[in-house]
């Protein structure tokens, strides 16, 4: 019985990593910030950095300031687990 409760409560957690990605990714892929990532790199302009989550990454460059003429992510690097999987420029 405890072996069983074990594998439901990995399962449960791969589950649960699994969405949170996803969710971070297709956020990320519509050029907007993640959701579930932490900031570990800030720059000057508010928005643009190194976003951190478990196992992924992402490199995001913007224009978060009042000024900027087209706001948000205007560029974007995905790795998972330290390789670099896609970046994605805005037109």
């Not at 649960?16 to 892929?29: A, E, K, P, Q």
Request: aromatic content about 14%; hydrophobic content about 40%.
């Amino acid at each position: 019985m405890k072996k069983k409760n074990m594998i439901i409560a990995i399962v449960c957690a791969v589950i649960l990593w699994i969405t949170v990605g996803v969710v971070d990714y297709s956020r990320v892929h519509s050029f907007e910030r993640p959701m579930f990532c932490v900031c570990s790199e800030p720059m000057q302009d508010g928005g643009s950095g190194k976003y951190v989550g478990l196992g992924y990454s992402f490199d995001i460059k913007g224009n978060f300031m009042p000024e900027d003429e087209y706001p948000g992510v205007t560029k974007w690097t995905f790795y998972l687990f330290g390789v670099e999987i896609e970046t994605q420029i805005r037109d």
